[in-house]
C-alpha cells in the first residue's frame, strides 16, 4: 500500500461543518433561482454529493473535464476542455463547483470560457484554496478552507489516481 506519508489536515466532520456552511450561504443568495451547478472533475464529485444534498433551492447539475498539461502534480498552464458542457449556459445563474483552487489556472481559464457564453450570472465555490500559490487573481464566492502549501489528498483529490476516496482531507508529507 501507500508509500506516501499522509498528514492529517481536515476530518471528515469538520469537512462536513464547512460544507454546510457553504450550503447556507448559496441556499441564501440563491433563493428563487434555478441555478446551474458545472462541477470540474474528477475532484469535486465528492463536494458536489454532499452540497447538494444539503441545497434548499432547486439545481441543475452538469460536469466538465479540464486537463493541464502538466505532470501530477504542477499545472502548466495550458488548459483544454476534455468533456465540454452539455447544458445552456447563456442567460443561467451559473455556479462552478470546484475542489481546490492552487495557481487559479484552470478555474481562471475555465470561467473565462463560460464568461463568453453569457451566463446571467458566474460564481465560484471552491472547497480549498491554495492562496500562497496563485499565479493569476481568481475571485472565490464561496470558499470551504485554506490550505498551506502543501499537496492534498483525499474528499475527492487524488494523487495519481490514488486516495480520492478517503473520507477525510490530508497532505503529503516530502
Ligand atoms: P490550478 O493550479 O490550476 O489552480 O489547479 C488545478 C488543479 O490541480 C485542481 O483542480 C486540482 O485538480 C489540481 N490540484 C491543485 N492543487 C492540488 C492539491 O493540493 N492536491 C490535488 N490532489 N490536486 C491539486
Known amino acids: 500500500m501507500p508509500a506516501e506519508q499522509l498528514k492529517l489536515l481536515f476530518t471528515e466532520e469538520e469537512i462536513r461543518g464547512q460544507v454546510a456552511k ?3 450561504e448559496i441556499n441564501r443568495d440563491y433563493q428563487g433561482q434555478y441555478p446551474l451547478l458545472l462541477g470540474i472533475l474528477k475532484g469535486s464529485f465528492v463536494f458536489m454529493a454532499d452540497l447538494i444534498r444539503l441545497l434548499e433551492v432547486p439545481v441543475e447539475i452538469d460536469f ?3 486537463a493541464s498539461y502538466g505532470s501530477a502534480r504542477v499545472t ?3 488548459i483544454r476542455v476534455v468533456k465540454g458542457l452539455r447544458s445552456a449556459v447563456k442567460g443561467r445563474d451559473v455556479l462552478v463547483i470546484e475542489d481546490i483552487v492552487d495557481t ?3 478555474v ?3 470561467m473565462d470560457y463560460l464568461r463568453r457564453k453569457k451566463p446571467s450570472s458566474l460564481k465560484l465555490c471552491a472547497l480549498f484554496d ?3 500559490r496563485r499565479e493569476v487573481p481568481v475571485d472565490i464566492d464561496y470558499r470551504g478552507f485554506i490550505l498551506p502549501d502543501k499537496f492534498a489528498v483525499g474528499y475527492g483529490l487524488d494523487f495519481n489516481e490514488r486516495f480520492r476516496h478517503l473520507p477525510e482531507l490530508y497532505v503529503i508529507e516530502d
Do not use: E, H, I
Open 130 to 132: 491554495k492562496p500562497s
Open 22 to 24: 457553504l450550503a447556507q
Open 104 to 106: 487559479g489556472l484552470t
Open 64 to 66: 466538465v473535464t479540464l
Open 108 to 110: 481562471g481559464y475555465f
Open 76 to 78: 502548466s498552464g495550458k
